[in-house]
């Protein structure tokens, strides 16, 4: 064996592994309780109550989720990273282990140092991680924050830790990709929250339409749409660049989007209007 030293995508498999494996414990306790709260709220009679105990019910079930996910994480990286395997399940699978400076086996508040070192790699836009195929010991950046080394399992306390070869400009590549990747995320929300933000404008405003029974023989253009008045109702189409249309009627129903070529309606909160 050349390195001692794991590179990135086996690593990367061990760790989805590990993923699937940790959200089993938080399903199997909040599935049952989430659809006990469902049940409990849906024997309510209709009224604010109800929908404000729907809504306390989803925050419950959420928070007990967040928490689980949290728990489950720590303990099973701590305690798995710091037995006698020093591997997690899916690192045991793949064959390596986790090690300290010495080549030893890491304790338990170590391994739960890394543990939470590793949500800084996420935090990086996931760069951290990325560091472990770039780096010369093969570290992710939690790797570097912890001291520790993902090594091969016949590895034994007292073999050499060596510098290995790094990769600079795949690490450049990487970053820059990711970087690229994140900032055309960050375009796509930001657009279909300002797409989310004009819908609901002008629901607003046709409902005032509506509800005062405003006459429009002319189209009335606003910030977020134009509005305009036909027989059966009152329309806007939004300011999205793709002509996307609401519609309510004269009879006070909900606000429905009507589904046209290029029209935006499966990404806004509002239901599609019946042909």
């Known amino acids: 064996?050349?390195?001692?030293?794991?590179?990135?995508?086996?690593?990367?498999?061990?760790?989805?592994?590990?993923?699937?494996?940790?959200i089993l414990p938080p399903l199997i306790i909040c599935g049952p309780f989430f659809a006990w709260?469902?049940?409990?709220?849906?024997?309510?009679?209709?009224?604010?109550?109800k929908a404000a105990s729907m809504a306390g019910a989803i925050l419950l079930g959420s928070l007990l989720w967040q928490f689980l996910i949290l728990l489950t994480y720590w303990l099973y990286f701590a305690f798995c990273e710091s037995s006698p395997w020093q591997a997690t399940l899916g690192k045991k699978l793949l064959r390596i282990k986790v090690v300290d400076q010495q080549g030893k086996r890491l304790h338990f508040w170590h391994a739960t140092g890394r543990t939470f070192a590793r949500?800084?790699?996420?935090?990086?836009?996931?760069?951290?991680?990325?560091?472990?195929?770039?780096?010369?010991?093969?570290?992710?950046?939690?790797d570097k924050i912890a001291q520790t080394y993902v090594v091969y399992r016949n590895f034994q306390p007292g073999d050499k830790l060596p510098d290995s070869k790094g990769h600079p400009v795949w690490m450049g590549?990487?970053?820059?990709?990711?970087?690229?990747?994140?900032?055309v995320g960050l375009f796509s929300v930001l657009e279909e929250n300002l797409?989310?933000?004009?819908?609901?404008?002008?629901?607003?405003?046709?409902?005032?339409?509506v509800n005062s029974q405003v006459s429009l023989p002319q189209p009335l253009k606003e910030e977020a749409a134009v509005y305009y008045q036909r027989a059966d109702g009152y329309r806007a189409v939004?300011?999205?660049?793709?002509?996307?249309?609401?519609?309510?009627?004269?009879?006070?129903?909900?606000?429905?989007?009507?589904?046209?070529?290029?029209?935006?309606c499966y990404n806004l909160n509002l239901s599609l209007c019946s042909k």
């Not at 709260?37 to 109550?49: D, K, R, T």
């Not at 590549?173 to 900032?183: D, H, N, R, S, T």
């Open 37 to 49: 709260q469902m049940n409990a709220v849906a024997q309510l009679p209709e009224s604010e109550i």
């Open 119 to 142: 949500l800084l790699s996420q935090l990086t836009f996931y760069i951290g991680f990325v560091m472990a195929g770039c780096t010369r010991r093969k570290q992710a950046l939690h």
């Open 238 to 264: 939004l300011q999205d660049g793709q002509n996307t249309t609401l519609f309510l009627s004269s009879e006070k129903s909900e606000v429905c989007c009507e589904q046209q070529s290029g029209s935006n």
């Open 173 to 183: 590549i990487w970053c820059a990709l990711l970087g690229f990747l994140f900032i």
């Open 195 to 209: 797409a989310n933000a004009q819908a609901e404008q002008a629901v607003n405003r046709l409902e005032e339409l």
């Open 1 to 22: 064996m050349s390195t001692p030293y794991v590179g990135f995508f086996r690593r990367a498999l061990a760790f989805v592994v590990d993923n699937l494996l940790i």
